[in-house]
C-alpha cells in the first residue's frame, strides 16, 4: 500500500517575500530523531538529538542567487535512516512567502506544520499525497479524521496546503482558480511571477469575466473585479484603469500594463487620485 503524507499546513504571516523564515519544532512523537533536517534553496538547516517533549528553534537559510522556487522538505532521522519526510509551505524567486513555520512530531508522525494562534475549524481540509510532494505529484485532500474529501489526482496542482477558507488548485494546462472547503468555484486566480498572485496589504488579485478585482486572505471578495488592469498594493494603495493594453505576460508571468487613465484605490476600493 502507498503511504500518504498529511500535511497540516497554516502560513503565519502571507503579506510580502521574507529572507529568513523562523521554525520551531516540537517533538511529541515519544521518539528520538538523531537529526531533522530542513530543506529550501540553500544549506539544509538540521537539528541534532531531538528527544521526545523537545522544542528546538532556529531559521530556514536562503542562498539569494538562486532565484527557485519550491516548497520546503523536512526529514526525520532514526539511527542514520529517514523515518519520515514531507514538504511544507512554498518560496518564491529564492526568498520565503511566510515569517515563521511552528511544526509538531506527533505519535504517529503525520507532520503538522501551523500556526499555534489558530485551531483548525473542524471541516479544515488538508493536502495528501503519495510520498514526498512537490508540484506535479498527484495530490487531494482530506479531513481532520484522515476522510479523503478531494480524490488524490483530481487536480494536478494543489497549490494551498491547508483549506480553511479557500484553497487554490490547478487542472493541468489551465489556470488557476479558487474553491471553498466543499470544493465550490470561487473565482480565477490572478497568475503573477510564476504563481498565484502574492498577498500583500491582506490583498490578492483575482479574475471573474475577465476583470480584475482583489479578495482578501479568508477569499472573500473585497473589490468588485471591474479593472481591465490592475496592480499588486504596496503601502496601502494600488494602480487600477477600467481601459488598458495588459500585453502578453513574459516568461515569467509579468505583464506590461499600458494605460493613459490610471488611478489608484486604497484597499476598499476607494479611489484616492488620478496620478498613478
Known amino acids: 500500500m502507498k503511504s500518504l503524507v498529511l500535511l497540516f499546513f497554516v502560513a503565519l504571516s502571507v503579506s510580502c517575500i521574507r529572507d529568513h523564515p523562523k521554525v520551531i519544532i516540537q517533538n511529541e512523537s515519544g521518539t528520538t530523531f538523531d537529526s531533522i533536517k530542513i530543506s529550501s534553496n540553500g544549506d539544509p538547516t538540521i537539528f541534532y538529538e531531538v528527544t521526545p517533549d523537545k522544542v528546538v528553534?532556529?531559521?530556514?537559510?536562503?542562498?539569494?542567487?538562486m532565484k527557485g522556487d519550491g516548497c520546503y522538505q523536512i526529514q526525520l532521522f532514526n539511527r542514520g535512516i529517514i523515518v519520515r519526510s514531507a514538504c511544507f509551505g512554498y518560496y518564491t524567486n529564492g526568498a520565503s512567502l511566510d515569517d515563521k513555520f511552528r511544526i509538531t512530531i506527533p505519535k504517529n508522525m503525520l507532520i503538522a506544520v501551523g500556526r499555534t494562534t489558530l485551531p483548525h475549524q473542524t471541516?479544515?481540509?488538508?493536502?495528501?499525497n503519495e510520498?514526498?510532494?512537490?508540484?506535479?505529484?498527484?495530490?487531494?485532500?482530506a479531513n481532520q479524521d484522515g476522510d479523503t474529501i478531494i480524490p488524490i489526482g483530481k487536480y494536478a496542482y494543489c497549490l494551498t496546503d491547508t483549506i480553511i477558507d479557500f484553497g487554490i488548485v490547478m487542472h493541468k494546462g489551465e489556470k488557476a482558480i479558487a474553491i471553498d472547503r466543499r470544493e465550490n468555484f470561487l473565482y480565477e486566480v490572478y497568475w503573477f511571477d510564476n504563481g498565484p498572485d502574492r498577498i500583500i496589504n491582506n490583498r490578492f488579485r483575482i479574475i471573474q469575466q475577465g476583470k480584475i478585482g482583489y479578495a482578501n486572505r479568508k477569499g472573500e471578495i473585497v473589490i468588485k473585479p471591474q479593472f481591465q488592469?490592475?496592480?499588486?498594493?504596496?503601502?496601502?494603495?494600488?494602480?487600477?484603469?477600467?481601459s488598458c493594453d495588459p500585453g502578453e505576460p513574459d516568461k515569467d508571468g509579468h505583464q506590461k500594463?499600458?494605460?493613459?487613465?490610471?488611478f489608484r484605490i486604497d484597499v476598499d476600493g476607494n479611489q484616492l487620485s488620478n496620478k498613478p
Not at 528553534?57 to 542567487?65: P, V
Not at 496601502?236 to 477600467?242: L, M, P, Q
Open 131 to 141: 510520498g514526498l510532494y512537490e508540484l506535479g505529484v498527484p495530490c487531494g485532500y
Open 123 to 128: 471541516d479544515t481540509l488538508f493536502r495528501i
Open 57 to 65: 528553534r532556529g531559521t530556514i537559510c536562503f542562498n539569494q542567487a
Open 257 to 262: 500594463m499600458t494605460s493613459n487613465d490610471w
Open 229 to 242: 488592469c490592475a496592480t499588486p498594493f504596496k503601502q496601502g494603495a494600488a494602480r487600477v484603469s477600467y
